[in-house]
Structure formats: structure tokens, C-alpha cells
């Protein structure tokens, strides 16, 4: 099973950009979907998007299409979500997931017993 370590949030103003990384260990990543999530204070986790396969398909949920962008470095093991045009209403805790059913991790957005989550970043986005 993947341990997973996020990094890079912060606060940031409304209009501008944030990376988020993912570092990946334990064990190789090969063949694991790697995706993203977020949580607001009192509701579920959200998936906003999601990596999987040879040749890195990416998924992206709606409310994130054309803002944020999904990459992995495998030399790095790491993932990043690219996040632009930020608004206060992104302002949320953000996770990266890992898990060996692409299917449903990318598709359905549930990460499975085996799965792996990280422990979160906080972004806030604020003037």
C-alpha cells in the first residue's frame, strides 16, 4: 500500500494559481490511478480529478474542467494538481488519493479498502 504526502497549499488571493503535490512511497506506484480531492468543513470529500494508466488519462469532475490540471512525474513518484483562476469558493482541504481500481477511483470516485489516502492540505483562497 502507497503512502502519500500532499504539500503545497497555503493562501493564496482570488485569480491566481497553486501546485499541489503528491509524493508517493512504500512501495512502487506502478499501475496505481492517483487522484484528487477536496472537503469542505461538514460535507463528503468531492473528486476533482484523477490519473490512471500508461498513458496517464486524466479525468476531471465539472466543476474543475479548464481551471485545474492533473500531471505525475513517475521518475518522482509524485503527482501534482495544477490549480488556476482560484476563487474563495475552492478554499477547501485537499487530498490525494491512490488506488489499483482505476475504475472506480477515476470514474466513480471511491478509493477502495486498499486503497491509500494522504493526510491533506489546506488551501485558502482569500484576499
Known amino acids: 500500500q502507497l503512502q502519500l504526502v500532499e504539500s503545497g497549499g497555503g493562501l493564496v488571493q482570488p485569480g491566481r494559481s497553486l501546485r499541489l503535490s503528491c509524493v508517493a512511497s512504500g512501495s512502487s506506484w506502478d499501475g496505481y490511478a492517483i487522484a484528487w480531492f477536496r472537503q469542505f468543513p461538514g460535507k463528503e470529500r468531492e473528486g476533482l480529478s484523477c490519473i490512471s494508466g500508461p498513458r496517464d488519462d486524466t479525468y476531471y469532475a465539472d466543476s474543475v474542467k479548464g481551471r485545474f490540471t492533473i500531471s505525475r512525474d513517475h521518475d518522482k513518484n509524485t503527482a501534482y494538481l495544477q490549480m488556476d483562476s482560484l476563487t474563495p469558493e475552492d478554499t477547501a482541504t485537499y487530498y490525494c488519493?491512490?488506488?489499483?481500481?482505476?475504475?472506480?477511483?477515476?470514474?466513480?470516485?471511491?478509493?477502495?479498502?486498499?486503497?491509500?489516502w494522504g493526510q491533506g492540505t489546506q488551501v485558502t483562497v482569500s484576499s
Open positions: 488519493a491512490a488506488d489499483r481500481l482505476r475504475y472506480s477511483l477515476c470514474v466513480k470516485w471511491r478509493v477502495s479498502s486498499d486503497g491509500s
